[in-house]
């Protein structure tokens, strides 16, 4: 269904595009391209025009930045600036995991008690 909606979106941007050329230069590019607006083609694809503007009402009623996609997602990109009164993130985990990592990278290194000078051979 999603392959219709866009070549039925494709079809009403060309007639848009026909329409705007009509409306400021008196030129109908269908009708230049497929023999006129009598011939059998460019009645074909003026009547395709037609169906997928009819097909396009939808989008006209479909929420603005929404898919069904979306709907999935948590709110992200969204931020609560209510933190004046609201609760506070509580830091003290953080903290003390950074405590505990700072430890153990001054464990890791320790400098040999073994040090023996060049001039005693």
């Known amino acids: ?25 008196q030129f109908d590019l269908v009708a230049a391209l497929f023999g006129g607006q009598d011939s059998a083609l460019s009645r074909i694809i003026y009547s395709l025009v037609g169906l997928s503007g009819l097909a396009c009402i939808p989008l006209l009623f479909a929420p603005i ?10 709110n992200v ?20 995991q950074a405590k505990q990592s700072d430890n153990q990278s001054t464990q890791i290194y320790k400098p040999s008690q073994n040090n023996q000078s060049d001039d005693q051979m």
Do not use: H
């Not at 079809?11 to 848009?16: C, D, M, N, P, T």
């Not at 930045?65 to 948590?74: H, L, Y």
């Open 77 to 96: 990109g969204q931020p609560n600036y209510a933190t004046e009164f609201g609760a506070e993130n509580d830091m003290t985990d953080i903290n003390n």
């Open 1 to 25: 269904m999603k392959i219709l909606s866009r070549i039925a979106l494709l079809l009403v941007i060309i007639g848009a595009i026909n329409w705007g050329l009509i409306g400021f230069f």
């Open 65 to 74: 930045g929404e898919s069904k996609a979306d709907t999935t997602r948590q």
